[in-house]
């Protein structure tokens, strides 16, 4: 498994070893020493989600203020502009954020740690998503930012304005928002 750090360097993206041939390819899609060897994280996952969108649907930004959760994405139908803000006050990145596309055939995973929203954009015609999380989901505890906040200017590769969620819809601004110390 190959780790890239991306230029919020607590931020990785993943290209797991694939092995393929005229029959298809396999890959091992996470092994729990391979990716703290990557990586250096030794977090334990505890819940598996599965989400399947159709193109211009935008999920996130999403955090949770406490049982925060750091996620480990991937795809593996379709393809998404995946997105993490770092919402960390203390640090050096604060209220900056990283990008990657992530699809099935480039089999790449994001790691986005605990202290960050996540959120991403379906850019194919479907797509499905699989993500790894730290903790589990607590809804009283769910936060999100707006998706088209003035203050992060997310360059989102959509026409036009995406498909949200009710909840999505309610996001706050940066300036407004409840963050990690």
Do not use: C
């Not at 969108?53 to 925060?68: F, N």
């Amino acid at each position: 498994m190959q780790a890239t750090r991306l230029s919020i360097p607590d931020v990785i993206v993943l290209e797991p070893k694939v092995f393929g041939d005229e029959r298809g390819f396999f890959m091992e899609s996470f092994n729990q020493a391979v990716f703290a060897q990557a990586t250096g994280i030794k977090d334990t996952f505890v819940q598996d989600n599965h989400s399947k969108s159709v193109k211009g649907v935008l999920r996130g930004l999403h955090y949770q203020i406490q049982q925060a959760q750091g996620k480990l994405v991937r795809v593996v139908a379709g393809e998404i502009f995946d997105v993490a803000v770092d919402l960390r006050k203390s640090s050096p990145t604060f209220g900056q954020w990283v990008s990657a596309t992530l699809s099935a055939e480039n089999k790449k995973q994001l790691w986005v740690p605990v202290g960050f929203a996540h959120g991403f954009v379906v850019t194919s015609p479907t797509a499905e998503v699989l993500y790894k999380t730290t903790d589990y989901y607590a809804p009283a505890h769910e936060r999100g930012l707006a998706w088209n906040d003035p203050d992060l200017n997310i360059p989102w590769p959509i026409d036009g304005a995406p498909s949200l969620s009710a909840k999505d819809q309610k996001g706050q601004a940066l300036k407004t928002a409840e963050v990690f110390p």
